[in-house]
C-alpha cells in the first residue's frame, strides 16, 4: 500500500499548517496533529442505481469521521447508500498506516508555489495563498491578503490603541485587523505566482527574473512600512500570531522571539505544539502548556 504524507499552509488568513497522509483509497487532515479528519473513496452515489454499462464510475471523497490516538474513531459517517465495509476497511488501513508516522510530525510543506501580494516595485509584502502545483494555481482567486477570518476577532494592537487610532469603531471587532488590511491594500500593485526552490529562491511563473530569498518575508508578511505606526501596528499583529507562525520553518533567532511572544495566547501553542518544527527554549513552552491547562481547567 502506498502511503504519502505532507503539509500545506491554511493561508488567507494563515492559520496553521494542515498535516495530511493518504493512501491509495483514503486520506486524513489534522490541524494540530491530534484529531484527525478521515475521507474515503467510494463510488458516488448517483452510480450505485444506474444500470446502463456504458456510465463510467465516478469516485469520490466522502467524510468518514474523526480519529485520535486517545479516542479512536468516532462520528462516523455512514450512508447507507455507500459500501459501507469497503470504506471502514480503507479508513482502518490509514489509521493503521498513521499510528507510526505521528512521531514523524509536522510533515514536510508541499506547497512551494507561492502568490504573493507586491509592490510597485515587484516586491513581495504580504503572502496570499499556496498550491502544490502550478496548474493548481490556476483554479485559485486572486484576491487581497487577509488577516483574519469571519469567525475570529480578538486581535488589538497596542500601538494603533495607544495612538488613538480605530477609535470610534468599537462595534467592530476587526477594526485593527481591518486597519492592517487596508495599508497592504494600499500598498500592493499586483499579485504574482513563485516557485520556490529548496534554497528558498522565487522563480515567477510568468518567466520573469528570480528573486532572493531575502526578498521574500519570512513570517509571510513585510516587517518593512512606510510609517513608525504602521510598522508597529505589523509588529503587533505578528507577535499575537506567534503560536501559528511558530509551526513555520523560521530561522532560530526569529523562533526564538516569537516564542517569547507565544505566551499572549497559550491555549493556541497548547493545540500547536506538537507541530513545531524546532523549539529553542522548551521550559519556556512548557510552563506556557501549563499556564494553558490552568486556564481549561477554569
Not at 495563498?129 to 469567525?151: I, L, R, Y
Not at 499586483?190 to 534554497?199: G, I, P
Request: aromatic share 8%.
Amino acid at each position: 500500500m502506498k502511503v504519502s504524507t505532507y503539509a500545506r499552509r491554511q493561508l488567507n488568513p494563515f492559520c496553521g499548517v494542515l498535516q495530511v497522509i493518504e493512501t491509495d483509497r483514503a486520506r486524513a487532515f489534522s490541524a494540530n496533529g491530534v484529531l484527525w479528519q478521515i475521507q474515503t473513496l467510494a463510488i458516488r452515489p448517483d452510480n450505485t442505481w444506474r444500470s446502463a454499462g456504458d456510465v463510467p464510475v465516478v469516485q469520490q471523497y466522502f467524510n468518514w469521521g474523526l480519529w485520535s490516538l486517545h479516542d479512536g474513531m468516532r462520528q462516523v459517517i455512514a450512508n447507507p447508500i455507500l459500501d459501507i465495509g469497503a470504506m471502514e476497511s480503507a479508513a482502518g488501513d490509514l489509521i493503521d498506516a498513521l499510528r507510526p508516522r505521528l512521531d514523524q510530525l509536522p510533515f514536510s510543506l508541499s506547497d512551494r508555489y507561492e502568490l504573493w501580494a507586491c509592490d510597485d516595485e515587484g516586491n513581495p509584502i504580504a503572502l496570499i495563498e499556496s498550491a502544490t502545483s502550478q496548474q493548481a494555481t490556476q483554479e485559485v482567486e486572486h484576491t487581497a491578503w487577509k488577516a483574519f477570518a469571519n469567525n475570529e476577532h480578538g486581535f488589538v494592537s497596542p500601538s494603533l490603541e495607544s495612538a488613538g487610532q480605530c477609535v470610534g469603531s468599537g462595534h467592530n471587532q476587526h477594526r485593527h485587523a481591518d486597519y492592517l488590511e487596508s495599508q497592504a491594500r494600499d500598498r500592493t500593485a499586483s499579485n504574482r505566482w513563485f516557485w520556490r526552490d529548496s534554497d528558498d529562491r522565487g522563480f515567477p511563473i510568468d518567466g520573469a527574473k528570480a528573486l532572493a530569498p531575502e526578498a521574500f518575508p519570512v513570517l509571510g508578511i513585510s516587517e518593512r512600512w512606510d510609517d513608525s505606526l504602521t510598522q508597529a501596528a505589523f509588529a503587533d499583529f505578528l507577535s499575537w500570531s506567534a503560536p501559528l507562525l511558530l509551526t513555520l520553518t523560521i530561522p532560530d533567532v526569529r523562533r526564538e522571539r516569537l516564542e517569547q511572544h507565544a505566551s499572549q495566547r497559550p491555549i493556541l501553542v497548547d493545540d500547536l505544539h506538537r507541530l513545531y518544527p524546532a523549539i529553542i527554549n522548551p521550559k519556556l513552552i512548557e510552563q506556557i502548556r501549563i499556564q494553558a491547562r490552568l486556564l481549561r481547567s477554569q
